[in-house]
């Protein structure tokens, strides 16, 4: 028998700062059996992130389906506006995303970013839609022990720092552009 996703409900209030958004949204994120703690709240971060008023960003199979994204926007015909991808993916998998959406978005996280970035950067060099970002390792350990079902996340930004607030307590997360 298959193991199933565990469902997480989480209620985001997000003051960005610099980008003049504040909103607040209700999500639901299934956790994939293999996926951790830290990826999805990546996941979740990802979308945090990203977010806009008019509501279009979701979360795609990811983990379950190669073909889609971890977080992405549609627009109405179905066509993919943004790709967001956690952690350290292949870049045939980032080219290939580049080639099908207008803008692809990295949070590269964990110990061995600084390796992935050297062995990568230079094979992405001509995916002029792809902006990737990395996410400090101990950063996103306190960002995992936030988690819990179900959630209020307080998501306040400025200046590329990101302070995540919970009712099981804080993370800061400075946020580092690669390119």
């Not at 509501?55 to 066509?79: C, I, K, N, Y």
């Not at 992405?124 to 990737?132: G, Q």
């Not at 996410?135 to 350990?141: N, Y």
Request: net charge negative; charged share 25%.
């Amino acid at each position: 028998m298959a193991l199933r996703a565990t469902i997480y409900k989480a209620e985001i209030n997000i003051a960005d700062n610099d980008r003049n958004y504040y909103g607040s949204h209700a999500v639901t994120v299934a956790r994939h059996p293999s996926e951790t703690d830290e990826r999805m709240m990546v996941r979740l971060l990802a979308y945090a992130l990203n977010s806009n008023s008019e509501d279009t960003l979701s979360f795609a199979q990811g983990l379950s389906d190669m073909d889609e994204a971890d977080v992405w926007r549609l627009d109405l015909t179905g066509a993919i506006e943004q790709w967001i991808e956690v952690g350290l993916p292949d870049e045939r998998r980032l080219l290939k995303a580049c080639g099908r959406a207008d803008h692809v978005i990295v949070f590269a996280y964990g110990r061995n970013v600084d390796i992935w970035w050297a062995g990568v950067k230079n094979k992405l060099t001509r995916a002029r839609n792809l902006k990737v970002y990395a996410l400090p390792a101990e950063a996103t350990v306190a960002l995992a022990n936030l988690a819990e079902r179900t959630m209020e996340l307080h998501i306040n930004v400025q200046d590329n720092t990101v302070w995540v607030s919970a009712a099981k307590g804080e993370a800061s997360i400075d946020i580092l552009a690669l390119n």
